[in-house]
């Protein structure tokens, strides 16, 4: 009996015994996975501290690539054009892309451009302070020290930090150097000739007479022109050139930034500034927009809403074409839409000078037919005034384009205040839904929608307006929308002035 004891309680012993190993082996794997945890995470942190290093050390490669992204910066990188323009407010991150790009463009390595070997560029600020100040510490903070050749300083300290800095040299990834010469307005024009160069950026903007210069030092290597701006000075050459595009240059692009663009502003500081500023200065400010020198025609027209991509338009929204005839003058032509709701399309344009009926016509049958308008040949309304004959004329401009293919009504509401007003509602809609959208293809519509303005006695300058004519030719023939009450009292008063006027001249 005892013996079985004894055998049982050296069994129970040996059990505990290898119960007791387990247990150990177990808590030595616990031991050993917590160390390996903690060795992992230790591992970890380093890692994101020597990425945090490396991204401080190379800005430029980990610019826009966080979870945060200015939108519109990798909008203005990935354009093509070769005339580039960011119009922006303060602090909405439009130098940050201009000091990015140059810093592409000199290393060779630019994201959506092809960069085929060393480059040599100019950054042009209005005076040398403003360039030390703005221009040359960006593009030294998208500079990796690795990648500086060399610095050339016109004085100041040895080093770029306090000094004025002529160039910097800059190591590319084809093995060669690249070099970008710092430039001032202030030497004057004379000292912005003779270079050949692949690009310029403008940092703010330059006199006309040195931009013109610039175009000519990029001329031979098709080089490119860049420039981000606060519009300060109003509506100056860069506005007629660059935002109304007024030699239609397919090359020239421009864009504007403002506040909320800018992902790192905190949203409780933009409203509580824009809460503190006038609206002129809110709109130049904030939102980069040119100061207004003199009242717009259409202040209603805003690019971003009106201004739409083109698609397939249904057969049956197609309505009739609108014409302003010219001669030496542009003849505008543009096709009409109207969908079901009233609201009204522009879908094509036809917008030359210097050409006789047969030719324009030829034109419009073309673009009627590319465009798959149903009705052909096509009917449009046009200038009474087209119904005219002269003594110098067998025939009149409205039998010669029905001879040669376009059936043209004349008959058409010519009332200027009138037209406006329609112009006005189709633009600002009903109940803030805007009832007018134009193709983005129509680009002196567009042009002319944004450059219109009124000149003396109230009444709109007679320049640059012949789409503008032919569109209200076209919406004379629309229904009447009502306008917000803020805008039909302004329009009330400008009717009082013409009205007052008549009285004075009677």
């Known amino acids: 009996m005892s013996t079985i004891i004894a055998g049982g309680g050296a069994d129970i012993l040996a059990d505990n015994a290898e119960k007791g190993k387990r247990k150990k082996k177990g808590e030595y794997r616990r031991v050993a996975a917590d160390e390996a945890e903690e060795t992992l995470l230790r591992r970890l942190v380093l890692n994101r501290k020597r990425l945090a290093a490396y991204k401080r050390k190379n800005k430029l490669e980990a610019y826009n690539t966080g979870a945060l992204v200015h939108e519109k910066q990798v909008a203005f990188h990935k354009c093509l054009k070769r005339n580039r323009w960011v119009f922006g407010g303060n602090r909405t991150g439009k130098t940050e892309c201009g000091a990015a790009e140059t810093a592409y463009l000199l290393r060779g390595n630019h994201p959506y451009r092809k960069v085929r070997g060393a ?24 500079l990796n020290p690795d990648w500086i050749a060399q610095i050339g300083m016109i004085k100041g300290a040895k080093s770029s930090e306090g000094g004025i800095v002529d160039f910097i040299a800059v190591k590319n990834v084809f093995g060669t150097v690249s070099t970008v010469y710092f430039k001032s307005c202030e030497a004057g024009r004379e000292k912005f000739q003779g270079s050949s160069l692949d690009f310029v950026w403008f940092d703010e903007e330059p006199p006309e007479d040195i931009y013109e210069e610039c175009r000519m030092r990029v001329f031979d290597r098709k080089g490119e022109l860049y420039g981000t701006m606060t519009p300060l000075k109003g509506m100056t050459y860069i506005y007629d050139k660059i935002y109304l595009n007024a030699s239609s240059d397919p090359e020239v692009w421009c864009e504007f930034m403002e506040w909320a663009d800018n992902p790192y502003l905190d949203k409780g500081e933009i409203e509580r500034l824009s809460a503190a500023l006038d609206k002129q200065t809110l709109a130049t400010r904030r939102f980069g927009a040119f100061a207004d020198t003199c009242d717009r025609v259409y202040p209603e027209f805003d690019e971003n809403v009106h201004v739409i991509p083109p698609f397939s338009v249904p057969p049956e929204w197609q309505d009739t074409l609108s014409i302003d005839p010219g001669l030496n003058n542009p003849l505008s032509c543009h096709w009409y839409a109207t969908d079901y709701d009233g609201n009204v399309y522009v879908l094509a344009e036809h917008f030359e ?30 200038d009474s005034a087209a119904s005219q004959r002269t003594l110098a004329a067998v025939k009149s401009v409205t039998e010669l384009f029905c001879e040669h293919g376009v059936r043209v009504n004349p008959r058409v509401n010519k009332d ?71 805008e039909k009292s302004e329009l009330l008063r400008f009717k009082e002035k013409l009205l007052t006027a008549r009285v004075k001249r009677l």
Not at 121 to 141: D, I, N, T
Not at 362 to 375: C, F, M, V
């Open 416 to 486: 200027l205040f009138t037209g406006i007003n329609r112009v006005k509602s189709y633009l600002a809609g009903e109940n803030g839904r805007p009832r007018l959208f134009i193709f983005a293809s129509c680009k002196n519509l567009i042009r002319e929608l944004k450059a219109y303005r009124y000149g003396a006695g109230d009444v709109p300058v007679k320049a640059d307006d012949h789409a503008l004519d032919e569109l209200r030719y076209y919406l004379m023939t629309k229904p009447q929308l009502k306008l917000p009450p803020s």
């Open 353 to 382: 000078a210097g050409r006789d009926v047969a030719y324009h016509c030829g034109e419009i049958l073309r673009i009627s037919k590319a465009i798959g308008w149903r009705a052909m040949p096509p009917t449009a309304l046009i």
């Open 119 to 142: 480059v040599t560029g100019w950054a042009v600020s209005v005076s040398y302070g403003a360039g030390r100040e703005v221009a040359q510490k960006k593009l030294l903070s998208y």
